[in-house]
């Protein structure tokens, strides 16, 4: 038995949509044969596919980052415009067993994808081995309103004389990994990105920039980088450089890992998140500076390391569990992450794979729909006493977490909870109560299926399946709900004061 007291009153924050985010690697089959495809039957005008499109509008997606990854630290944006068949092509350097890229995709290209997909676009500048000049005039090129030369070249190639508006710039990537071609330690990467920033914002000051928070948080949990950061970039309280710190969180599976270590990612992700929240109140406390710097969590999801730099592309109910919990993690910790790109979009680690021409619908895919479809407004701070377990991981020893984890939200017209049960085998009842407004009914969506490990494939790409859960009654303020083991629930409850 689980109690949860709902209080609508006691709220963490507003949920920021860019939460609900994306990411497009310019490598591969992530572009090539994924969102791009002019030889298919499934391409529209613009040689995009048509299912990849409705299913990424599935998913709400709010902003979608690109070039990379990798790729945007050694990435040329001047190949990736004018006509395709001029563009040269180049050698994958971060991964050199793929084939050359042959620039087919762009700049203009990937603004008019997230233009069909109702989705903002976020563009990572190569601070490795491009220069600041080249990242102004990758900003003029896509903002600028005077009658300057890129902003020429952009009337002229794209055919577009009005700007893209391109709103948020990432300041590479992973650049304290030390195989990085352009790697930096913390200090030189803070001056760098500062002088990138600057001339950026001089270009158009109302982008929002974010810089590269650490990858190696094996070593040190990130806080020596993500100090060092924050505190250089932001040290002159007239001068507003950095907007969002950006992070990259995996749940990595390795062989021998249990069922129990998996489901206790959420505990490992809630650390993460605070720890580097109190890295950047601490730099800014350092300066005496009031300013508020948001987290963008750029990179995340799960992998299944396959060995040579490479990953299992295929995703099951346990991974679905996985996702969601990410999910209750971000909509909780709402006040200060405010942006998220779930790694990738289509074929590389993604939520779809495109099999024989078809689209299928991998089990990663369904929590990122339903959370996004219901949960806006205002997250609430929740109180969740229930049974728990102990298990263990690298970074946290032993620990205890519960079998459910649980997140919710509320607008004016609905209140959201948002549940995953952990138990393999075992259905769980919630006794909920709620406090400060009223409500009739509780309805929903279940997503499950028959095994942990079970997956959807093509031809049976039902095994993960999304089923609605009828409506409840709610007595008074008391409600009484029964979760399904291995599932991911996100139940609505309707006000006494809403038409159906």
């Known amino acids: 038995m689980a109690r949860i007291k709902i209080d609508t009153e006691r709220i963490i924050g507003t949920i920021d949509r860019n939460i609900f985010g994306g990411v497009i690697e310019q490598v591969g089959r992530a572009v090539y044969g994924g969102i791009y495809d002019p030889g298919s ?83 990572m500048v190569n601070c490795c081995t491009g220069g600041i000049q080249d990242a102004m005039d990758w900003v003029e090129y896509c903002n600028g309103v005077q009658d300057t030369y890129w902003a020429q070249q952009r009337a002229a190639l794209s055919g577009r004389s009005d700007p893209h508006k391109v709103k948020y710039w990432g300041l590479g990537c992973e650049i304290d990994y030390p195989w990085q071609i352009g790697h930096k330690s913390a200090d030189e990467y803070a001056k760098v990105a500062f002088e990138f920033a600057k001339g950026m914002k001089r270009v158009d000051p109302a982008i929002k920039t974010m810089a590269c928070g650490s990858s190696l948080w094996e070593s040190d949990w990130g806080v020596p980088w993500d100090r060092a950061v924050v505190k250089y970039m932001c040290q002159y309280p007239h001068l507003d450089y950095l907007d969002y710190l950006g992070i990259h969180t995996y749940v990595v599976v390795h062989a021998g890992d249990t069922f129990k270590q998996r489901m206790g990612a959420s505990e490992t992700l809630n650390r993460r998140l605070d720890i580097t929240q109190s890295a950047i109140t601490a730099a800014l406390a350092e300066i005496k500076s009031d300013r508020q710097i948001h987290i963008s969590v750029d990179e995340w999801g799960v992998l299944y390391p ?169 007595f008074g303020n008391r409600f009484k709900l029964a979760v399904p083991p291995l599932s991911v629930n996100v139940y609505r409850l309707r006000q006494v004061n809403e038409r159906r």
Not at 69 to 84: E, K, L, S, T
Not at 336 to 348: I, S
Not at 410 to 429: D, F, P, W
Request: aromatic fraction near 8%.
């Open 306 to 474: 396959v060995g040579n730099g490479e990953y299992r592309e295929t995703y099951n109910l346990e991974d679905a569990l996985v996702i969601a919990m990410f999910l209750n993690s971000f909509i909780n910790h709402c006040n200060t992450v405010t942006m998220a790109n779930l790694n990738q979009l289509v074929n590389l680690i993604a939520p779809m794979m495109v099999v024989d021409d078809k689209l299928l619908l991998q089990s990663i895919f369904f929590p990122v729909e339903a959370y996004a479809a219901h949960n806006t407004g205002q997250a609430l701070d929740l109180f969740y006493e229930g049974e728990d377990y102990e298990t263990e991981n690298s970074m946290l020893g032993k620990f205890r977490t519960g079998y459910l984890d649980v997140s919710a939200s509320r607008n004016e017209k609905q209140l959201v909870l948002n549940v995953v049960n952990k138990s393999a085998n075992e259905t769980l009842t919630i006794e909920g109560m709620i406090e400060g407004r009223e409500y009739t009914e509780i309805s929903g969506i279940l997503i499950t299926g028959d095994a942990p490990e079970v997956e959807n494939t093509p031809d049976k790409p039902d095994r993960i399946r999304t089923e609605t859960i009828k409506g409840k009654a709610v």
């Open 41 to 123: 039957k499934q391409a529209n005008a613009d040689g995009f596919r048509k299912d990849v499109i409705t299913a990424a509008k599935r998913m709400c997606l709010s902003v979608i980052r690109w070039p990379g990854g990798h790729w945007a630290d050694v990435y040329r944006w001047q190949d990736g415009i004018g006509p395709q068949k001029n563009r040269p092509a180049r050698p994958v350097i971060p991964w050199p067993n793929y084939p050359p890229e042959p620039n087919g995709i762009g700049t203009d290209e990937f603004i008019r994808f997230c233009r069909k997909v109702n989705a903002e676009p976020q563009i």
